[in-house]
């Protein structure tokens, strides 16, 4: 009896901080920033795998309803010309973050007449997302971004997550089944990776974990080069789905 009445006081005591933003659990987390990385966990997967020439991204894109103009529906947004992003998560968090990262993107060349460099553009993305962890009246982004991007022949590829937290990955899996997505890609990645194979290895990837059929329709794949950032049409996708099967 007694264990049980202290079970009930912590979790009390933890519940009592889970409706707050600003106020830190005893324990030392900030609970509502738990809550965004759980939504995040739970969202369609993403995979983001960094090649010699240039980055790959890949989501999965499924729809409620077979009614729904899937046309309208993006999981993948080209921020500069050479530089692109996707997400896990909720989209109208993605949504706002887009606009929010073209603005910057904006801003930064009529400033200096030049593409803003990835490691910029990310490290003002992640500050706005921080502002949104210790703001009253606000919550924390329930989406972590990979942003995908080409510097001077460099490619790159960054995760931002909603505690505002940034880091740089060679390959990456995002969302639902992201465990499992990471264990994949550790077996299969190297560095010397061609962005042929990358597409391959993302598409393989996003299958460990996939529900039903895999089709052009209910995937997205973009691809980042010194030519630029472009997502590839149904047509392409249903090549290298055909290649894999």
């Not at 921020?79 to 993605?94: A, L, N, Q, R, V």
């Amino acid at each position: 009896k007694q264990w049980y009445q202290r079970r009930v006081r912590v979790s009390t005591m933890s519940e009592r901080y889970s409706f707050s933003l600003t106020t830190f659990s005893p324990s030392g987390k900030l609970v509502q920033i738990e809550y965004a990385i759980a939504a995040v966990a739970a969202g369609a997967p993403s995979i983001g795998i960094k090649s010699k020439t240039g980055v790959v991204l890949a989501a999965e894109k499924k729809t409620k309803s077979i009614l729904y103009d899937d046309t309208t529906i993006t999981k993948m947004e080209m921020i500069t010309k050479h530089c692109g992003m996707t997400y896990s998560g909720m989209g109208p968090d993605f949504r706002l973050l887009v606009r929010k990262a073209r603005k910057i993107a904006q801003q930064y060349y009529l400033q200096f007449d030049e593409e803003i460099p990835v490691s910029q553009l990310v490290q003002r993305l992640a500050n706005v997302m921080q502002e949104y962890t210790h703001s009253g009246g606000v919550r924390p982004f329930g989406v972590s971004l990979l942003v995908a991007g080409v510097d001077q022949e460099t490619p790159y590829l960054v995760q931002c997550d909603p505690s505002g937290a940034y880091f740089a990955w060679k390959a990456t899996a995002m969302g639902k089944n992201h465990v499992n997505g990471k264990t994949f890609l550790e077996k299969r990645y190297n560095a010397d990776l061609e962005l042929e194979d990358a597409v391959h290895t993302a598409i393989l990837t996003l299958k460990e974990g996939f529900e039903g059929q895999m089709t052009e329709d209910n995937i997205e794949i973009g691809i980042c080069t010194s030519d630029g950032f472009r997502k590839l049409n149904r047509t392409e996708v249903k090549d290298y789905l055909a290649a894999l099967n």
